[in-house]
C-alpha cells in the first residue's frame, strides 16, 4: 500500500466515524467550565443565590451596553418576560400579530386575557406582512406584536408608523434577534419594548432565561416590571400588583456573564456555518433561502431552507437527514393558528402564505462547532 492509498483509507474511516455522529439542529454555547466555577463559587460564600443578586445586576447593566438599550429588565425567561411586558402595558382587546411564530408569543397574549388576531407573513423573509396589518385593525386593536423571525428584522418603520397613526402599543418578540441591528439602530430600541430569549438554545443563552428592553429612559416601566415579576410586591408590607415569580438566579446570571464574553466569537463562527451553506444551497433549483437585508447586522442563530414541494419534499429531506443522524428542524410547523388549543377559533388557511412555508421550511443544523466538512455532508445528502 502507498502512501496515497493509506491517507485515502484513513480519510474513509474518518468518515465514517463522522457519519456515526449524531448532529443536532443546535448546540448550547457554553464557556470553559472553570470560567463558570470561578464565578459561582463566590455563591457558596455569600449564599445569594437569588432575588436580584450581584450577577443579576451585574448582567443588566451589561446587557444595556451590549444591546445598546435605554433599559434591560432580566427574567426567568424569554416567556415571562413577554407576559409581564404585556401585563405592564395593562391591555385590553385585541392583539395582531403573527401566526408563524412559536408558542410562547401567541400563549402570552391568550394569557393575558387578549385575543390573538393573525396577519399573514412576508414570503421573502417570514415576518409579519406590514402591508396587510391596517386592515385587520378594529375598534379592540390595543397592540401590533410582530416577531423577528430567524433574525429577520420586521418592517419596523412601516409598522411604527402604523402603531402611531391609529394609538397602538408596539411591542416586539425578539427571542431570534439578540444582538441584532438595522440600519444602525439596536433591535431592542424599536417599537415601546422587545422581548428576548436566552434559552439554552440561543446565540446568547443564560441556561433560561430573558429580558425586556426598551429605548431611552423609562423608569415607570422598568418599575413595573421589576414588581411584577416579584408578585406584585412594593414594600415590606405592601403588594399593589396581581404578579409573579419570574425573577432571574444568580447561577443564571453567572452563565451569562460568561457567555456574553465569548457570544462575538460565537457569532462570527455561525456566520462561517452560514455561509458555506448558502455557497452549497444558494444556487440550487428547488431550494431557496430567506432574504437578507443590507443594512442588517444578523446573529446567523438559524439556517432556514424552504423547499419547492416538487423536486425536494420538506418532509422527505427531514427524514433523509434523519436516517443519517442529523437532526433538523420543521420550525415553524404547524403554523400557530392550527394549533389543537387553538382549534375551531382560527383557520391557517386565512394566512396562506404562513401555512405553505410552514410545511415547506426546514430549519438545519448550525452551530460554532459544527465543521465545514459536516456542513459539506448535509448539503449533500439534501440535494443527493
Not at 447586522?297 to 429531506?317: C, H, L, S
Request: net charge negative; glycine share 8%; charged share 25%.
Amino acid at each position: 500500500m502507498t502512501f496515497r492509498d493509506g491517507e485515502l483509507e484513513l480519510r474513509k474511516m474518518v468518515n465514517k466515524l463522522r457519519e456515526n455522529e449524531i448532529i443536532t439542529v443546535t448546540k448550547a454555547s457554553l464557556p470553559e467550565f472553570r470560567e463558570y466555577e470561578e464565578l459561582i463559587s463566590k455563591l457558596w460564600e455569600n449564599r445569594w443565590l437569588t432575588n436580584m443578586g450581584m450577577y443579576h445586576e451585574e448582567l443588566k447593566e451589561k446587557l444595556k451596553s451590549y444591546l445598546e438599550v435605554g433599559g434591560v429588565e432580566l427574567f426567568v425567561n424569554g416567556h415571562m418576560a413577554l407576559e409581564m411586558l404585556i401585563q405592564a402595558f395593562e391591555l385590553e382587546g385585541e392583539v395582531i400579530t403573527t401566526p408563524f411564530t412559536f408558542a410562547s408569543t401567541t400563549h402570552a397574549i391568550v394569557r393575558n386575557g387578549l385575543k390573538p388576531v393573525f396577519c399573514d407573513i412576508d414570503p421573502d423573509d417570514c415576518t409579519i406582512d406590514a402591508s396587510k396589518i391596517e386592515s385587520l385593525i378594529t375598534k379592540d386593536t390595543c397592540a401590533i406584536l410582530p416577531v423577528h423571525v430567524y433574525g429577520n428584522i420586521c418592517d419596523f418603520k412601516t409598522i411604527e408608523g402604523i402603531a402611531k397613526e391609529h394609538g397602538l402599543k408596539l411591542i416586539f418578540d425578539a427571542a431570534h434577534a439578540f444582538g441584532e441591528s438595522v440600519g444602525g439602530i439596536p433591535v431592542g430600541e424599536l417599537g415601546d419594548a422587545s422581548m428576548f430569549s436566552f434559552h439554552a438554545t440561543k446565540v446568547f443563552n443564560t441556561i433560561e432565561g430573558g429580558a425586556v428592553t426598551w429605548k431611552g429612559e423609562n423608569r415607570e416601566l422598568s418599575e413595573k416590571l421589576y414588581k411584577l415579576k416579584n408578585f406584585g410586591i412594593t414594600g415590606k408590607e405592601s403588594v399593589e400588583y396581581v404578579g409573579g415569580n419570574a425573577k432571574m438566579n444568580e447561577f443564571c446570571a453567572a452563565m451569562g456573564l460568561c457567555n456574553l464574553r465569548h457570544v462575538n466569537d460565537w457569532i462570527s463562527e455561525r456566520k462561517a456555518v452560514y455561509d458555506r451553506y448558502v455557497r452549497n444551497l444558494g444556487h440550487v433549483r428547488g431550494i431557496r433561502l430567506l432574504g437578507r437585508r443590507e443594512d442588517t447586522v444578523y446573529n446567523y442563530a438559524y439556517m432556514p431552507v424552504v423547499f419547492d414541494g416538487n423536486i425536494f419534499k420538506r418532509n422527505e429531506i427531514y427524514e433523509k437527514l434523519m436516517g443519517e443522524n442529523i437532526y433538523s428542524r420543521k420550525y415553524f410547523y404547524p403554523c400557530v393558528n392550527a394549533y389543537d388549543c387553538y382549534r375551531g377559533s382560527y383557520d391557517p388557511k386565512e394566512t396562506p402564505i404562513a401555512l405553505e412555508l410552514s410545511e415547506n421550511i426546514l430549519t438545519l443544523p448550525i452551530y460554532p462547532e459544527l465543521s465545514a466538512e459536516d456542513v459539506d455532508r448535509i448539503c449533500e445528502i439534501i440535494v443527493g
